[in-house]
């Protein structure tokens, strides 16, 4: 493959992919979401040259956008997951009876899950397949199953107070 033709694809992926990789940036960085963001391009070009067409375009990019995030939330000491401020998906999670902001619940509930549920449940907000989200995390169907449903029966048991 040609330089040229590496940049026109890497060009089309970026542009296919902008929304996915602006809320996985906002969702690790926050603050340095426009720092992350630039990472995560940088690594994707970076590895174009080394896509080994084992995954569709788009997963591999997912991938390596996800793994590039919870490297550089690990390498600043950043623990906390944060959504994306006006992400559609988040602020459609109605507010909770007793007057608690559905969002703020949500954003402290991924707080107390690993990196790879966090990652989970990003993905399943985005409306990914489970085969896709599966090879993104590079576990079997059967066990992101598993673990989806254990994040939703632990975020229905999570109560006000454990935020």
Known sequence: MSELDIQSEFS?????????????????????????????LLQIWRSMGSFEKR???????YRVALNTAISWQR????????????????????GTDDGHDGPELLRRFLQTLSDTDRALILMYLEDMSGSEMAEIV??????????IHRIKRRLAEWKVGDA
């Open 138 to 147: 590079g576990i079997r169907e059967g066990a992101l199953r598993v673990r």
């Open 12 to 40: 089309q992926l970026v542009v296919r992919n902008r929304g996915r990789l602006t809320a996985i940036a906002r969702s690790y960085a926050r603050g340095d979401a426009d720092d992350l963001l630039q990472e995560i």
């Open 55 to 61: 995954a569709s375009l788009d997963t591999w990019c």
């Open 75 to 94: 390498s600043v000491g950043r623990r906390k997951l944060r959504l994306p401020p006006g992400d559609d998906d988040v602020e459609q999670i109605p």
